[in-house]
C-alpha cells in the first residue's frame, strides 16, 4: 500500500496514493490501523482522493476498522468526493461511517467527535458523583 501518515495528537490522516481500495491494500490498511491502535490512535482519516474503487475486500477492511474506531470511542473518516465510490461505500451499510469531501471537514470532525466526548464523559461524571445513596454514614 502506498500512503504517507501525518499524525496529530487527535488523529492520524492517512494519505492513500492507491487508484484502487483492492488486492494487498485493504489488509495493509487493517495493519496499519492496527498499529495505530496500539499507539493510542482512535481517530483515523483515511484521504481516498486518488481512489476510484473499493473491492469487497476493500470494505470488510473499511467495516471493521470503523467499528474498532467507535469501540474505542473515536471515529473513522473517508475523505473523497467521488460520487461513485459514495454510492459504494453507502450501499455497503457500514453503520457510523463518516464520509466527508475535504480533510479540512475530517478534522473539523474529528474535532467535534472529541468535544462530544467529553461532554458525554463530564455527563457521566456529574451523574455518577451527584446521586446521593440516602444512607447516614454516622451510626
Not at 500500500?1 to 501518515?5: D, E, P, S
Not at 499507539?39 to 482512535?42: C, K
Not at 461513485?84 to 450501499?91: A, H, K, S, V, Y
Given at each position: 500500500?502506498?500512503?504517507?501518515?501525518e499524525k496529530n495528537e487527535q488523529y492520524a490522516l492517512i494519505r492513500l496514493?492507491?487508484?484502487e481500495f483492492s488486492g494487498d491494500v485493504?489488509?495493509?490498511?487493517?495493519?496499519?490501523?492496527?498499529?495505530l491502535f496500539r499507539?493510542?490512535?482512535?481517530n483515523?482519516?483515511?484521504?481516498?482522493?486518488?481512489?476510484?474503487a473499493v473491492d469487497n475486500a476493500g470494505i470488510m477492511a473499511i467495516r471493521k476498522i470503523n467499528r474498532q474506531c467507535v469501540?474505542?470511542?473515536g471515529l473513522l473518516v473517508l475523505v473523497t468526493k467521488r460520487?461513485?465510490?459514495?454510492?459504494?461505500?453507502?450501499?455497503?451499510?457500514i453503520s457510523d461511517l463518516t464520509i466527508l469531501?475535504?480533510?479540512?471537514?475530517?478534522?473539523?470532525?474529528?474535532?467535534?467527535n472529541e468535544l462530544e466526548n467529553d461532554f458525554r464523559s463530564e455527563d457521566d461524571d456529574e451523574y455518577e458523583g451527584g446521586v446521593s445513596s440516602g444512607r447516614d454514614t454516622d451510626f
Open positions: 500500500m502506498n500512503y504517507t501518515i496514493t492507491e487508484s485493504p489488509t495493509d490498511f487493517e495493519t496499519l490501523s492496527r498499529s499507539e493510542g490512535y482512535s483515523i482519516i483515511v484521504d481516498m482522493t486518488p481512489i476510484q469501540n474505542e470511542v460520487d461513485e465510490l459514495i454510492e459504494t461505500l453507502d450501499t455497503a451499510n469531501p475535504t480533510v479540512e471537514e475530517a478534522i473539523d470532525a474529528v474535532f467535534m
